[in-house]
């Protein structure tokens, strides 16, 4: 499968982004999904993920209460709605999959085969 993120850009500390994550192929929903950063400087650490068919979610203590997982599993998309943005979420934003069973979820980077080229979101102080 191949990902593509987009979304990313420059916003203001408190404000909002929603990145996008489009799949190829047919069998996205094969896929457990999350989303990774990595800043300069720093290893790339998880965000969030979404099982196969979205019914369970898991986030990094960092991001949890402003930032939602979702997928659109008809549209090949996973999603990243990032709200009240921290100067510490600057980074480049990566989306991955994972072949798996129904309601699992992964928050290691190597359970993870498939990447996307990332987006960079800047927020700004």
């Known amino acids: 499968v191949q990902l593509q993120a987009s979304g990313g850009g420059l916003v203001q500390a408190g404000g909002s982004l929603r990145l996008s994550c489009a799949a190829s192929?047919?069998?996205?929903?094969?896929?457990?999904m999350g989303w990774f950063r990595q800043a300069p400087g720093k290893e790339r650490e998880f965000v969030a993920a979404?099982?196969?068919?979205?019914?369970?979610?898991y986030y990094a203590d960092s991001v949890k209460g402003r930032f939602t997982i979702a997928r659109d599993n008809a549209k090949n998309t996973v999603y990243l709605q990032m709200n009240r943005v921290k100067s510490e979420d600057t980074a480049v934003y990566y989306c991955?999959?994972?072949?798996?069973?129904?309601?699992?979820?992964?928050?290691?980077?190597?359970?993870?085969?498939?990447w996307g080229h990332g987006t960079q979101v800047t927020v700004s102080s």
């Open positions: 192929g047919r069998t996205f929903s094969s896929y457990a």
């Open positions: 979404i099982s196969r068919g979205g019914t369970s979610t």
């Open positions: 991955a999959a994972a072949p798996t069973i129904a309601g699992v979820v992964f928050t290691t980077p190597g359970r993870y085969d498939y």
